[in-house]
């Protein structure tokens, strides 16, 4: 006799049987990469029992070991630790050497002067290099090597800072010696902080955007968000520290960067192997072993020359494929806003005491400066989502270009020093949310325009450009070394910012055919006049007796 339907629970369970009263989502729903074992399973299937009329039929799958899926959260939160632990570092250091050189050295300026000139000449020869060994090699080996002499760079400094600081070696003669080793070090710690910032915030992150749900704005925002904290806590903190003692102040250092090396080297390897896409690197043509054996095959003697001709050549032809990419006017747009002294560096700052403003004033506005810049992490990914990164960029500059410029104007116009520098010091606070929502917006375009074997070249010769027109705007403030002929300096500024605008407008319009929708604004001022017709039409209807 035919089993009746079942209709109750209990006689389900009784049966052994499971009725589900709606329809179970597949597998391949549930899970999106179990698509790729779909034929796996249909192999593996034995064929269903038909079972009589009336039950339900059950399809028995057999089980299979299926890999862990990595949550994403997981992924971001190793990323972010790692690159905090990165920028923490190189932000604290970068101002703590700095501040030792001045406590060590007093009542003279040449030794941080040489220091940071020669680091900063340092990124700018040899960034290109960096770029050509991060797109030839594994990403998870670049980012170690990034880390372990980026570390061992700011350890060795400290050491050394702390032997300047105690004298304890006491050696007539030395302290030449070690400077000089300073110098150098601090080289090794730009180059490396270069090859982390390039490997991970142009690369890892575009990689981990395209393999996850996660989008390429918001990644690009906390990495942003990150920098911008450590900018303003990681100086402060060390400020602190060496304001009750230098060689405290040192060793906290040393204890940071020996802590917190095995942390971001273990964090950083664990994302290459939870993001498979990470593993794959395009078979590029090694330009270094081409170099090696074409050098191997000359006599010893001529190798060197040979070297060094290789190596110019192939600098030239990374320039000419960074000028001839597409993205170049953005990137260039870019570099040029480093062409600035109106910023809170060493330049403003001087300026600003030299007016009458004190320590505490500087400090509270460029606490606030940093609170603003903070809200464009924000601002940026809004108005992406909402015009673009292209028109959102156009955007973010022209509110830079119209805060710098009437900063500058009011500064110049104006007699009082101290109102002028208040009103430069407003207008500069104002115009940091155009300038990294610009940065962001501009983040994105290279990104997505820059193909993935050759990111780590392209972004080392945007780094090259920075530093040299950061050196620049340091030429303009050694030129112009009065308080009163600070006005000239900001003229040249503001100058940069337009030029920058310019070539941001060209791009857009390249891209666009247009920078405003004339048609647009035409009709909507013909609807506008329609509709005040209208309104007049109507009120004199009513006006009719």
């Not at 339900?56 to 890999?67: A, C, D, G, T, Y």
């Not at 915030?201 to 390429?216: H, I, K, M, N, P």
């Not at 955007?395 to 101290?418: E, H, K, Y």
Request: glycine share 6%.
């Amino acid at each position: 006799m035919p089993t009746s339907s079942i209709s109750t629970p209990i006689e389900r369970e009784v049966s052994g049987m499971a009725v589900v009263s709606h329809r179970e989502p597949s597998f391949e729903e549930e899970v999106p990469f179990l698509a790729q074992v779909a034929s796996r399973v249909q192999e593996t299937s034995p064929t269903p029992r038909i079972l009589p009329r009336g039950r339900s039929q059950i399809h028995r799958f057999e089980v299979i070991n299926l890999p862990e899926i990595p949550k994403q959260s997981d992924i971001n939160r190793r990323l972010y630790v790692s690159h905090f632990l990165s920028t923490w570092n190189s932000r604290v250091f970068e101002f703590g050497a700095v501040l030792f050189l001045a406590r060590i050295f007093p009542g003279t300026l040449l030794p941080s002067s040489v220091y940071a000139l020669v680091r900063a000449a340092s990124a700018i020869c040899f960034a290109p290099l960096v770029g050509r060994y991060v797109d030839q090699r594994d990403r998870l080996k670049v980012v170690r090597i990034s880390i372990v002499g980026q570390r061992g760079a700011v350890i060795l400094s400290c050491l050394g800072f702390w032997a300047l600081a105690t004298d304890i070696l006491g050696i007539p003669g030395f302290r030449p010696l070690l400077i000089a080793m300073l110098v150098l070090l601090a080289c090794v710690e730009k180059l490396g902080s270069i090859m982390n910032i390039i490997a991970i915030e142009r690369d890892w992150v575009v990689v981990v955007a395209e393999t996850s749900q996660c989008g390429l704005e918001v990644l690009n925002s906390q990495m942003r968000r990150i920098d911008l904290v450590c900018k303003l806590v990681g100086p402060l903190a060390v400020a602190l520290v060496d304001g009750y003692s230098t060689t405290i102040a040192i060793a906290a250092v040393l204890g940071m960067d020996a802590s917190s090396v095995l942390i971001e080297y273990f964090a950083i390897a664990r994302v290459y192997y939870m993001v498979p896409a990470l593993q794959a690197r395009s078979a590029v043509g090694n330009n270094t072993d081409k170099i090696s054996s074409a050098v191997s095959e000359v006599p010893s003697i001529w190798r060197l020359g040979t070297f060094c001709v290789a190596q110019t050549r192939s600098f030239y032809k990374a320039i000419s494929s960074y000028i001839r990419d597409t993205v170049f006017l953005p990137s260039m747009a870019l570099c040029l806003l480093y062409f600035t002294v109106l910023s809170f560096s060493g330049q403003m700052v001087t300026y600003l005491l030299s007016v009458g403003l004190s320590s505490a004033q500087i400090g509270v506005l460029r606490t606030l400066s940093t609170a603003v810049e903070l809200s464009a992490t924000w601002l940026a990914p809004t108005a992406m989502n909402r015009v673009g990164p292209l028109r959102g960029g156009l955007w973010f500059i022209n509110w830079q270009i119209t805060c710098l410029v009437g900063a500058f104007g009011f500064f110049w116009v104006m007699r009082t020093p101290s109102v002028a520098a208040f009103g430069l010091v407003i207008g500069v606070i104002a115009s940091r949310v155009g300038l990294w929502g610009f940065d962001l917006c501009v983040q994105i375009i290279i990104q997505e325009g820059v193909d993935a074997d050759s990111r780590g070249s392209f972004s080392s010769l945007e780094a090259s450009f920075q530093n040299f027109f950061e050196l620049c705007s340091y030429a303009t403030t050694i030129a112009f070394f009065r308080p009163e002929q600070f006005q000239y300096p900001a003229a040249i500024s503001a100058v940069a910012v337009l030029v920058a605008g310019g070539l941001y407008a060209k791009f857009v319009r390249d891209n666009r055919g247009h920078l405003i929708h004339l048609s647009k604004c035409i009709e909507g001022k013909g609807s506008a006049r329609q509709r005040k017709r209208r309104q007049r039409g109507d009120a004199s209807m009513h006006e009719l007796p």
